[in-house]
């Protein structure tokens, strides 16, 4: 059974940062790219970064330069450094792994608010 855990969330003041980490069971971490994505209130969700098993990384352009995606294949985790923060990087934030074509499974998210 697929189980990925979100933690690292919170509460915090523009420009300042969070890490987020995401621990995954049931998978074969270390051949599977890994995603954050994020879903703010009324938007769609949204991909926010990923990392591939050789650690190719890929972001989206809102948190290019901000944002560091990383893996920890022998723990079995992601993690997602989160740097000079917007108001508009308020969000729920998911770990996500793909499971058959357009299919995923996600983690049950983590909310990270950013107050001006």
């Known amino acids: 059974q697929v189980q990925l855990v979100e933690s690292g969330g919170g509460a915090v003041q523009a420009g300042e940062s969070l890490r987020l980490s995401c621990a995954a069971s049931g998978i074969g971490f270390s051949i599977k790219t890994m995603y954050w994505y994020r879903q703010a209130p009324g938007k769609q969700r949204e991909m926010v970064a990923a990392i591939s098993p050789a650690g190719s990384t890929n972001y989206a352009d809102s948190v290019k330069g901000r944002f560091i995606i990383s893996r920890e294949n022998a723990k079995k985790r992601v993690n997602l450094q989160m740097n000079s923060l917007k108001p508009e990087d308020t969000a729920v934030y998911y770990c996500?792994?793909?499971?058959?074509?357009?299919?995923?499974?996600w983690g049950q998210g983590t909310q990270v608010t950013v107050s001006s």
């Open positions: 996500a792994v793909r499971n058959t074509g357009t299919n995923y499974y």
